[in-house]
């Protein structure tokens, strides 16, 4: 096994920068930098030289035994000063020493999966943790991170699996007096997991969202002032604003952060009939977009119409150029920024309500399992509904099932999932 090295923060300039070594020759290779190393787990200032004695830089090193580390293998950390220079020069005399070589990007992390430190679960946890810009997106994947998936799955499987060893014990007794009617037991049994598998499918589409981040489309007639409303949202000028009705026409989108959830801004072209092909070819896209977004904010002009969409029950409808209407409708100006704020609160509200249930499958992968073994599980349940004839068989099925939710953690059948997770870390993770 190599021991492998990386800068594991991020590349440019900084006051710290930390690297890290693993593998069965880290402490031995830290040592030849360090002179001696500290105890495992406390932080010790040494002055490092390369194998020719000249000085690489002053540096805390952090020791890591074996099995009590990120990657289940010894590690050390070198915190050494932020500087390219620095890190370049302790990086080439790493390289430089038998048996050392650059990790690959994910190498780390793969490591600690290899070696059972983190399920697969886990690591897709700790991807989109590192990938966090909303509080949102950190709390849910600190969950994930932090095994709550696996422990549903443990839950699920011991369920399963008493399941199939109470079908397996008729079996056995099949031509003897069955002692006990095990048929309730299983029934309950089977009819829990598989409602607890149906919960979490649900909430997947939900932790995708904030993942990836709700779409809220801005739509209505030309000219209500939509663009002006996303340029004040956005606080630049994202989109041209202008006088002519038909101005915008692409979709034009702006990523935000709102109160912790992770919202894409659309805003589109003005909806109306027209003769002018592009316009249309527009319109065609905004109301694409606005059907597929999670939410629409309709701005209305003076007649207070809409065309070509209608709002849904959660939809937001409001006139725009509040600043020109007189009296208290419900309106938002996106020029004098009068009602943004109660805008902005009222859409927040609304994804806060579908984000707040607290989800532990939070990509199509998982459901896609989740969905397998519930299948598997439908299948067992009408065996035993034919009687317990059939018990051999629906045992074999609730196998199937905990074979399939295994793959939630990468037990089983997963080596080409594995290069598809990996790609989408990057160096020293
Ligand atoms: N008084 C006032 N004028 C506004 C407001 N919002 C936009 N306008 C003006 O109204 C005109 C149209 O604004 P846009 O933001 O381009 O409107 P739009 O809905 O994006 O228009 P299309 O892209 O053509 O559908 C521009 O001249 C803006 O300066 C507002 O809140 N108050
Ligand atoms: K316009
Ligand atoms: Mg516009």
Known sequence: MDTIFAQATARGKAGVAVIRISGPRAHSAARALAGSLPAPRQAGLRRLADADGV???????????????????????????????????????LGRIEGLRLAEPGEFTRRALENGVLDL?????LGDLLEAETEAQRRQALRVLSGALGAKVDRWRDAL????ALLEATIDFADEDVPVDVTPEVTGLLDEVAASLRSEIDGVSVAERIRDGFEVAIVGPPNAGKSTLLN???????A????????TRDVIEVRMDLDGLPVTFLDTAGLRESADEVETIGIARAVARAEAADLRVFLLDDTGKTQGL???????VLRGKADLADGAAHGVSGLTGEGVADLVAQISTTLEGRASRTVTATRERHAEAMRRAGGAIAEAQNQLSLGMETAELAAEDLRRAVRALETLLGRVDVENLLDEIFSRFCLGK
């Open 161 to 164: 699996i008493r399941a199939a």
């Open 55 to 93: 000085p690489l830089d002053e540096a805390l090193v952090l020791c890591f035994a074996k099995g009590a580390s990120f990657t289940g293998e010894d590690v050390v950390e070198f915190q050494c000063h932020g500087s390219p220079a620095t890190v370049a020069a302790l990086l080439s005399a």
């Open 121 to 125: 679960a886990q690591v897709e946890g």
């Open 240 to 247: 041209i604003t202008s006088e002519h009705a038909g101005t």
């Open 310 to 316: 209608a709002p849904g029950p959660e939809d937001i």
């Open 232 to 238: 004040h949202l956005a606080g630049r000028e994202a």
